[in-house]
C-alpha cells in the first residue's frame, strides 16, 4: 500500500476517534506525543522599522539587537503558531551601523528653555513643532533652533554659546532635550564640542581651480553640488583613513560656511557629529532558537560558510579514533569506527542503531538506551568533539568570529540516511569553534 495513504488513513484515525481509542490501539500515544520541530531559512518578512532597516548604534548595540529580536519574534510566531523545542531559524534583515553622536562637552554662556509661545512661532501645522509643542522624531531642531538663537540672541557678540533645551518625543514618550549653538559670521550654528582631526581654510586659489567655483564668490551652485566640489577636493588633497575628520572653512555665494568632513572610507561627505550618522547598511543573519516556551535571539552574523566533508575529512576522523580510541574501531575492515561513525569508503557517518548496540557497544555504554538516547550520543560526540575539535581548525584558513561555519555531513541509518547540517561558531578570544546546540538539520 501507497506509504502516503497510509499515514493519511492514520491521520484520519487520530481526527475521528476518542481518545481512548489511541490509548488502546496506538500504544505510548499519551507517553510520546508527535512533535512539530520547524526549521526556517529565508529573509525577513515581518515589518521594518521607518527608516526601512535596523539600527545598531555602536557602543549601546545590546538595544538595537532588542529590537530586532522583538521584530523576529512576531513574525516567526506569526508563522508557527505551534512549534516545540528544538525548532530554529536563520532569517535575513538589514541592518545599519550607526555611529553615535560624538559630542563633548560644551560650556553654554546663556541656556533657555523654549516655551508654548516659541513652539507656536516656529508653525502649527503638520510635522511644526507648534502642533504638539514640541519636536518629533521626524522633526530636526535644527531647522527651527539656528533662526530662533538668531532672533532671540540678536545683540550677542560672535562666539556667544547658547543652550536651548526643548521636548522630544518619540517611541510615545516624550523626554528633555538640549542642543548648544554658537553665533558665527553669518548667524547661529550647533556647537558640539567636537575636534576634527584637521583643518582647512579655502584660499581664492583653490577656488580658481574648482571648476563650478568663483574666485570671490567661492562655491556658487546649489548645496548638493557644494558637497560633491568639496568631497572631490578632499579626495585629491588628502590621502584618508577610514574615519578621518576636517574642519572646514568655505565660501557659498558670498557667506561663509563652517563645516566637517568626513572620510568613510570611499568618498568625503558632509558630517555632523551631534547626530547619529549610519556608517554603513548591510545584510546580516539572525540566529533564533526556541526553548520551548519562546523564541531568542541567539546570535547575529553576517555570513554562513557552508564546508561538505570529504573522504579526507572521513579518513581524519578514523585516524584519531584509531589513535585514541581503538576499541571502537571497526572489527570487520580499516575504514570504519564506530565512536563518531566515520566510514571511508561509503564517505559518511554511520549511525546504525543496531550495528553500535551489537557490535560496539563497549563496556556496555548503550545497555538499555532508546534509540533517541544512543541518536543524542552520536551528535553529541560530532558536535562537541569530532568538528569543532578535529575538522574544524584544519578546514578554515581565516577564522572569522562574525561567519556561522556550516558542516555538511552524510548519514547512514539512525535519524535517516542524506545529508546533515550542524553550525559552529569562531571565537577569537578562545581560539576555539562552538556548536550552536541547534539540532541537525537535514538538507
Avoid at 12 to 37: H, R
Avoid at 290 to 308: P, R, V
Amino acid at each position: 500500500m501507497n506509504k502516503k495513504l497510509i499515514y493519511g488513513l492514520c491521520a484520519a484515525s487520530f481526527l475521528m476517534t476518542a481518545c481512548d481509542y489511541n490509548e488502546d490501539n496506538f500504544p505510548g500515544f499519551d507517553q510520546e506525543p508527535l512533535t512539530d520541530v520547524v526549521y526556517y531559512e529565508g529573509k525577513f518578512t515581518g515589518k521594518y522599522p521607518t527608516e526601512g532597516y535596523f539600527s545598531l548604534v555602536q557602543g549601546d548595540e545590546e538595544s538595537g539587537k532588542a529590537t530586532i529580536e522583538k521584530a523576529l519574534i512576531e513574525m516567526l510566531e506569526d508563522t508557527y503558531p505551534y512549534c516545540d523545542k528544538g525548532s530554529s531559524a536563520k532569517i535575513k534583515v538589514k541592518v545599519a551601523d550607526v555611529m553615535p553622536p560624538q559630542n563633548t562637552d560644551v560650556v553654554a554662556d546663556e541656556e533657555y528653555e523654549l516655551t508654548t509661545a516659541d513652539y507656536d512661532a516656529m508653525g502649527t501645522g503638520d510635522k511644526q513643532p507648534g502642533k504638539h509643542d514640541n519636536f518629533a522624531y521626524n522633526i530636526d531642531p535644527n531647522e527651527y533652533l539656528p533662526n530662533f538663537c538668531t532672533t532671540k540672541y540678536v545683540d550677542k557678540q560672535v562666539g556667544f554659546i547658547c543652550k536651548i533645551i526643548y521636548k522630544y518625543y518619540s517611541n510615545r514618550e516624550t523626554t528633555t532635550q538640549a542642543k548648544f549653538y554658537k553665533k558665527g559670521a553669518n548667524g547661529f550654528v550647533e556647537e558640539t564640542g567636537f575636534k576634527a582631526d584637521k583643518s582647512y581654510i579655502f584660499t581664492s586659489e583653490d577656488y580658481a581651480d574648482i571648476a563650478g567655483a568663483d574666485e570671490n564668490k567661492g562655491f556658487v551652485g546649489s548645496d548638493e553640488e557644494v558637497e560633491a566640489l568639496i568631497s572631490q577636493f578632499l579626495q585629491k588633497k588628502y590621502v584618508a583613513s577610514d574615519g578621518m575628520t576636517v574642519a572646514l572653512n568655505y565660501k557659498h555665494t558670498g557667506n561663509t560656511i563652517d563645516a566637517i568632513y568626513r572620510y568613510n572610507g570611499e568618498m568625503w561627505e558632509a558630517y555632523n557629529p551631534a547626530k547619529e550618522m549610519v556608517a554603513s547598511i548591510t545584510e546580516r543573519i539572525t540566529v533564533m532558537k526556541f526553548d520551548g516556551k519562546e523564541w531568542k535571539l541567539s546570535n547575529l552574523i553576517s555570513d554562513i560558510k557552508e564546508l561538505s566533508l570529504t573522504n579526507a575529512e572521513y579518513t581524519k576522523l578514523v585516524e584519531w579514533v584509531k589513535e585514541n580510541k581503538p576499541e571502537f574501531m571497526s572489527t570487520q575492515n580499516t575504514t570504519s569506527e564506530y565512536y563518531f561513525g566515520a566510514d571511508t569508503k561509503n564517505n559518511n557517518i554511520n549511525n546504525k542503531y543496531s550495528t553500535w548496540t551489537q557490535y560496539y557497544n563497549v563496556d556496555g555504554y548503550l545497555n538499555d538506551l532508546k534509540d533517541e538516547e544512543i541518536q543524542a550520543i552520536m551528535d553529541e560526540r560530532l558536535a562537541k568533539e569530532a568538528f569543532p575539535l578535529i575538522l574544524l581548525p584544519d578546514m578554515v584558513n581565516n577564522p572569522d568570529p562574525d561567519i556561522s561555519y556550516t558542516v555538511i555531513y552524510k548519514i547512514y541509518g539512525g535519524r535517516g540516511n542524506g545529508n546533515y547540517a550542524m553550525s559552529f561558531y569562531y571565537s577569537k578570544e578562545d581560539n576555539a569553534y562552538t556548536w550552536d546546540e541547534m539540532a541537525p538539520v537535514m538538507q
